[in-house]
């Protein structure tokens, strides 16, 4: 099993910058991949980024040139850099781990609130 815990969500103004971290325990050599996706009231979940363990990365259009997804393998962690925030923006952010065992892994979720 893998467990995942987020950090870094809070509240900031437009065009400010916020940096989420991801760190997973537990069966870590099972992972294929890790990213973000984010849900905001009434509206579906979205895929943000996500990062394979061959180094691949993809972005959501509406975040390309703003986000970045990082790893620290060292550290078992995956960072989501956010930049230039907007209103728009604003949604629980949730990490996931693909896996190669029977189920992938959410992590418990994160706000992210941006507002002046």
């Known amino acids: 099993q893998v467990h995942l815990v987020e950090s870094g969500g809070g509240l900031v103004q437009p065009g400010g910058s916020l940096r989420l971290s991801c760190a997973a325990s537990?069966?870590?050599?099972?992972?294929?991949?890790m990213g973000w996706y984010r849900q905001a009231p009434g509206k579906q979940r979205e895929l943000v980024a996500v990062?394979?363990?061959?180094?691949?990365?993809n972005y959501a259009d509406s975040v390309k040139g703003r986000f970045t997804i990082s790893s620290d393998n060292l550290k078992n962690t995956v960072y989501l850099q956010m930049n230039s925030l907007k209103p728009e923006d604003t949604a629980v952010y949730y990490c996931?781990?693909?896996?190669?065992?029977?189920?992938?892994?959410w992590g418990q979720g994160t706000q992210v609130t941006v507002s002046s």
């Open positions: 990062a394979t363990s061959r180094g691949s990365t």
């Open positions: 996931y781990a693909d896996t190669t065992l029977t189920r992938n892994y």
């Open positions: 537990g069966s870590i050599a099972s992972i294929s991949a």
